[in-house]
């Protein structure tokens, strides 16, 4: 097995990265952080517009009934001789899904399950509260044709149940497992399943709503989360890319962008004045304010890709093919309507 | 965060850039990816940096948000993605340039990147990064005797893969 060792030490010391993108990884870390942050102010912003413009009651009553009219899909809660750390297990069709948590309070913690992989747990909990009451993640299974998609995630101390609509009709009925001091909550769908909602409930009564983007035949993403009373933003959704493709979905989740078959969830956007939001090996993009009409792309040699902004609802996007060596040294410029320049900068390295 | 603790991740992360990314990369088998991979682990540990930093392991946590990214990704462009006992070639590998440059290693590398997840994960962590079985086991959140399955299944494939001359793996 030395032999491999080698060879693989050989074969993957031969792969040369590009420099750290130290600084830009920086501003992503900052983001980050505050978006955390962010995610609490715009909660109680919008509850104070929602109740400004009278938007009609989102609440519904508490009815935690355990749903019967579905038997594709079953989730049940672990019993007194189940496993130490089983949170939920069930069926999808005749496939057994389950899932557990182990070492939830050490550096080791994981999520895993019956025919799922690993999915650990370092950097993902201590980060729920009243504002985002589950923080939900979402693995899958690796065959059959009841292929499950298990969404699990921690619980915020305050929720005593959640339910689960999904787009066939089912309705599930969580209840939070305490393993370790904290509480957490799974449930499986069939991949390609949408979910329409998860609605959580204190004592008394509805917490919040989460409707999550579910990316054609894909798995559902949860970023953000509606307070009781506050109205669903309306949904958009558009192309965007200039010689990539590229395109937005802009509502109740937040913002999904999914450019270059690879897609990127985020719960709000920066007001931007035109601001840069990501890049990958091949494409940059990124968002604009609404006076931008397009901007022009300088490659360090002089060079230029000209991007147009594009509105996706109340949002203008951007995103132009840039290779790795090509976005080293390029620059912005953001113009508007009348080819007015409204502003510049770097290219941060994807 | 203060301007020393700042320098402190820059000083770390120029560091260890290179192994996360080669780790990434062993995982995704797309270096465009196992970039952002990387980048997107270094930020999530710059967010909590001074908890990461207090960890006094910092290179073991941002090991594990890697795997944790990884799966992310895999989870996201499996939008696009459907597993196949074959793995297509990823898309946007470059067929020239670090491809090219990787010569013979190429080979190992394309073999290693038909193996499912799961089997890479264990031949990237056991054989590479060195850890033990049992290490390997803990990373992974399965038995020990799942690690020597998967490997042994893994190894196989790989002795068999058409890529690999025969010997290389003896």
Known sequence: MSDLHENLSTALAAVEPRPAPVEATMLAGRKIRNRRRAGLLAGAVAVVVAAVVGVPAFTRPVSLQPTTNDTRVTVNPPGPHSPAGLIASGLVGATPWSLSVTAATSKNCAFTGTDLGYFSCNGVLGQVSAADPISFEGMSGEGGADQAFVSFGQVWQGVVAARVELSDGATLTLHPVEVDGMRFVAFATRVGLPIDSVTVYSRSGELAVAIPFNPPDGFPSFEAWLRPGQAQPPRFSGAFGSGVAARAYVGPWGICLEVDNTGDCSPVIDTPGTAWMGASGSVVFGSAAESVSYLTITRRDGSTLRAAAIAVGPHKFWAVPLSQAEQSGARWTAYDAAGKAVGSGSIPLG | ?170
């Not at chain 2, 190429?106 to 499912?116: F, H, P, S, T």
Request: glycine share 8%.
């Open chain 2, 1 to 170: 965060m203060s301007a020393e603790s700042d320098e402190q991740f820059r000083e770390f992360m120029r560091g260890r850039w290179p192994a996360m990314v080669r780790l990434a990369y062993g995982l995704t088998g797309d270096l465009g990816h196992a970039e952002d991979v990387a980048q997107a682990a270094f930020a999530r540990a710059y967010a909590s940096w001074a908890r990461v930093a207090r960890t006094g392991d910092p290179d073991a946590y941002v090991r594990r948000i890697v795997i944790n990214e990884n799966h992310s990704r895999f989870r996201r462009r499996r939008v696009t993605e459907s597993l196949v006992d074959a793995v297509p070639e990823p898309a946007g590998q470059p067929t020239a340039g670090p491809a090219d440059a990787l010569g013979d290693n190429e080979a190992l590398l394309k073999a290693l990147r038909r193996l499912g997840p799961r089997q890479r994960a264990v031949i990237v962590l056991r054989f590479w990064v060195d850890m033990s079985e049992a290490e390997t086991a803990a990373a992974l959140n399965c038995s020990v005797g799942t690690v020597k399955s998967q490997a042994s299944r893994a190894l196989a494939a790989l002795r068999g893969s058409a890529e690999l001359m025969e010997g290389e793996l003896q």
